[in-house]
């Protein structure tokens, strides 16, 4: 039994080992000046039938990333549970406060979120609520599969991500899920900053974990929300909660996902100094190394050039800029290139 200093703080009223089709809400404590008591509520709908992997769907782990929060919200709503056998736990919005301020960071704390795992049950808000994540849900499942865009920050190629996982039976089932699931192109990475994500959490549990980023720059992708959409669907056909053979045929005629990785630090573009970014490519599109990847203007001095920023990687663009206005230090465009397990391996 947990100790009263690790137990989570936050409420949760749904009976994972119930059948049936279960809605409710998480409550996780936030006291605030207008209410001492005051609780946020994450709506959580929980369908079980039969026996069967457990599937854990998240959206909204940032605010301002829609494109899952749809797409779950609408399997949430429509999925009859005599058409699986296994259980989906589907959290749509799970970074409620970031949902609602259509903000990467939570208003309460100014916290990513996706950035405080495993959590903390007396820590931020943030804090808390990746830890309930992390000890109450995380045990229940088989398989994680978090939908992302690029929120505010980035225009991302349409794909499935996945970290390199050194375990090479893993490794193929993971890019097994992601051709699946049957997006344009999966991104095998090696990201600035991992450790304390939510995907970083499941692989320590020997979970089966699937990213994505279907979408960016602030706006709702459509082929981003059909891609989300279908891409749940199939991956439960995959892992044969539902029937059926998934759909991973692509717009451009290809019969499924192009794998793509993104190995060396190299891929990654960092503006050097602030300005207004004006790219020359966007997110798709292939480059070749020494390209100009786009210029940095510094508007408010009249006689300051624009400086050029180059790429050091040829390869496909996967991430291209999103806001005009960059800081020092901003990534400006992620390259990947066509996978290549040789390279990959460490």
């Known amino acids: 039994m947990a100790s009263d200093e690790s137990k989570s703080r936050i409420q949760c009223r749904i009976d994972f080992d ?3 089709r279960q809605a409710g809400y998480l409550r996780a404590p936030l006291s605030r000046n207008t209410s001492g008591w005051g609780t946020v509520e994450i709506p959580i709908v929980c369908v079980k039938n039969g026996s069967g992997p457990t599937i854990l769907l998240t959206g909204g782990v940032h605010g301002d990333e829609y ?49 405080c795992f495993p959590g903390d049950p007396r820590g931020t808000f943030s804090e808390m609520l990746a830890h309930f994540i992390d000890t109450v849900v995380l045990p229940l499942v088989d398989v994680s599969v978090d939908v992302h865009t690029a929120g505010h920050s980035m225009e991302s190629a349409l794909s499935t991500n996945m970290h390199y996982l050194p375990d090479a039976q893993m490794r193929k089932r993971t890019m097994d ?11 095998v990475f090696w990201g600035v900053d991992e450790g304390a994500t939510l995907t970083s959490s499941v692989e320590r549990r020997g979970i089966l974990s699937l990213g994505t ?5 602030g706006r709702v992708n459509v ?38 990785m993104v190995r060396d ?7 050097p100094a602030s ?18 990847a786009g210029y940095l203007h510094f508007v408010e001095d009249i006689d300051h050039s624009p400086v050029e920023i180059r790429y050091r990687r040829a390869g496909v663009l996967w991430m291209a800029p999103g806001p005009g206005r960059v800081h020092r230090g901003d990534v400006v465009a992620v390259v990947m290139n066509d996978y290549d397990e040789a390279l990959a391996a460490p």
């Open 18 to 20: 119930r059948a049936g």
């Open 275 to 292: 300005g207004v970014f004006e790219p020359r490519q966007s997110a798709g599109a292939a480059v070749e190394e020494n390209d100009i």
């Open 177 to 187: 899920a992601t051709a699946a699931f049957g997006a344009p192109f999966n991104v």
């Open 265 to 271: 630090p190299d891929c990654y573009l960092f503006a």
């Open 67 to 115: 494109e899952g929060q749809i797409a779950i919200s609408d399997l949430a709503r429509t999925l009859d549970p005599m058409a699986i056998q296994g259980s989906i736990i589907m959290l749509p919005a799970v970074n409620v406060p970031a949902v609602l301020n259509d903000t990467r960071l939570s208003p309460v704390d100014h916290r990513d979120l996706n950035r």
């Open 213 to 217: 980023e279907l979408g960016g720059w």
């Open 223 to 260: 082929e981003g929300v059909r891609i989300g959409k279908r891409g749940l669907t199939n991956v439960l056909k995959h892992l044969g909660v539902m029937e059926g053979k998934p759909d991973t045929s692509q717009k451009d005629g290809s019969p499924g996902t192009r794998h793509m």
